[in-house]
Nanobody
Framework: QVQLVESGGGLVQPGGSLRLSCAASGTIFGPNTMGWYRQAPGKQRDLVARITRGGITNYADSVKGRFTISRDNAKNTVYLQMNSLKPEDTAVYYC?????????WGQGTQVTVSS
């Protein structure tokens, strides 16, 4: 079993920054991809960014140049540094671990961008 615990969400003004963290615990070995998805009210859950164990990243077009994903393999932790936040970034952000064709999800953390 794998458990994902997120932290770092909150309320921030437009133009501000937040850093999300997600720590994975349990039986984790072999290749895997960790990432962040987000879901705004009434919308589907969409990919924000993801990173392989080897450090290959990809981002949604809407966050390129503003968000940076990174991971610490020794700690099984993934981070999302979010800069220049916009009101449209408001959503529940979910941590994801994809491994052997299976997806694990965190409980989600709310990010609200508002003045």
């Amino acid at each position: 079993q794998v458990q994902l615990v997120e932290s770092g969400g909150g309320l921030v003004q437009p133009g501000g920054s937040l850093r999300l963290s997600c720590a994975a615990s349990g039986t984790i070995f072999g290749p895997n991809t960790m990432g962040w998805y987000r879901q705004a009210p009434g919308k589907q859950r969409d990919l924000v960014a993801r990173i392989t164990r080897g450090g290959i990243t990809n981002y949604a077009d809407s966050v390129k140049g503003r968000f940076t994903i990174s991971r610490d393999n020794a700690k099984n932790t993934v981070y999302l540094q979010m800069n220049s936040l916009k009101p449209e970034d408001t959503a529940v952000y979910y941590c994801n671990l994809h491994r052997f064709s299976y997806d694990y999800w965190g409980q989600g953390t709310q990010v609200t961008v508002s003045s």
